[in-house]
């Protein structure tokens, strides 16, 4: 089992930058598969960015050249840059792990969300 605890998220003015973090427990980290997801009132959770195991990275148009998805397996930990937020980007921001261990392949997890506040 993985469990997420995501956070860093609060209130920013248009263009500002916030970075969030996302610590994992338990083993397997550097097998997993790491995503930021959003969801904002009233609409589907979308994908943000992810980044596998071997630090390939993959964007949402809406994010790119503005958000930065890096992991530090050593400390179990995956973040998202984010910078020039749009009052747009407003939204609860939920990490999420594939696990990718003979355990847990292919199975989801995700952490309860950080809220992010970008006024305009």
């Known amino acids: 089992q993985v469990q997420l605890v995501d956070s860093g998220g609060g209130l920013v003015q248009a263009g500002g930058s916030l970075r969030l973090s996302c610590v994992a427990s338990g083993s397997g980290f550097s097998s997993n598969v790491m995503a930021w997801y959003r969801q904002a009132p009233g609409k589907q959770r979308e994908l943000v960015a992810r980044?596998?195991?071997?630090?390939?990275?993959t964007y949402a148009d809406f994010v790119k050249g503005r958000f930065t998805i890096s992991r530090h397996n050593a400390q179990n930990t995956v973040y998202l840059e984010m910078s020039s937020l749009k009052p747009e980007d407003t939204a609860v921001y939920l990490c999420?792990?594939?696990?990718?261990?003979?355990?847990?392949?292919?199975?989801?997890?995700w952490g309860k969300g950080t809220l992010v506040t970008v006024s305009s």
């Open positions: 980044i596998s195991t071997h630090g390939t990275t």
């Open positions: 999420n792990a594939v696990g990718g261990t003979s355990r847990d392949y292919g199975m989801n997890y």
